[in-house]
């Protein structure tokens, strides 16, 4: 059996902004609202959740980081050099630091899981046809997230004792 722990590579479109990452992610999601899918340029966004403290960005002056809307509990960062999502840092209160990555960018799909939930899906601008809870509305979208990471939180410590 092999305990080493994984090891992914990734980066912006134009792999100028590139990361590390040592661990698996905490979750899959995709994500309707109006914000991701002009910060994505796509009609959603299929984003990886990471704990902070496992990814490395290699250059942070290859990324410019913006806080889209108060709070600024995340701040997204688009390379400097292609104006393409790289990278984003999430603060929620009570939670460790994390970072939402666009599936696209990891390097090796393989280590992705599949997509756990669709929030702001009342954004949508079409429909899914997948078996995945879709939730709607600021409010119910936000706690819905922060429940699975939580719960994905949960998951990896019971797997580690």
């Known amino acids: 059996m092999n305990d080493r722990p994984i090891q992914m590579r990734g980066s912006c479109g134009c792999g100028q902004a590139k990361f590390s990452i040592v661990g698996r992610p905490l979750l899959r999601?995709?994500?309707?609202?109006?914000?991701?899918?002009?910060?994505?340029q796509s009609a959603y966004a299929d984003i990886s959740v990471f704990y902070a403290k496992n990814v490395l960005?290699?250059?942070?002056?290859?990324?410019?980081?913006?806080?889209?809307?108060?709070?600024?509990?995340?701040?997204?960062?688009?390379?400097?050099?292609?104006?393409?999502?790289?990278?984003?840092?999430?603060?929620?209160?009570?939670?460790?630091?994390?970072?939402?990555?666009?599936?696209?960018?990891i390097h090796d799909p393989a280590f992705l899981p599949e997509p756990a939930l669709h929030i702001f899906y009342h954004r949508r601008k079409a429909d899914?046809?997948?078996?995945?809870?879709?939730?709607?509305?600021?409010?119910?979208?936000?706690?819905?997230f922060s429940l699975a990471v939580a719960m994905a939180m949960l998951r990896g410590r019971t797997r580690e004792a």
């Open 29 to 40: 999601a995709y994500c309707h609202c109006r914000i991701c899918q002009d910060f994505n």
């Open 57 to 105: 960005l290699k250059n942070e002056d290859d990324v410019a980081f913006r806080v889209h809307q108060p709070p600024p509990l995340l701040k997204r960062g688009t390379c400097k050099s292609c104006g393409k999502p790289a990278i984003e840092r999430l603060n929620i209160p009570l939670m460790p630091s994390m970072v939402i990555i666009p599936s696209s960018n």
């Open 128 to 144: 899914m046809t997948d078996v995945l809870p879709k939730h709607n509305g600021f409010l119910n979208s936000q706690a819905r």
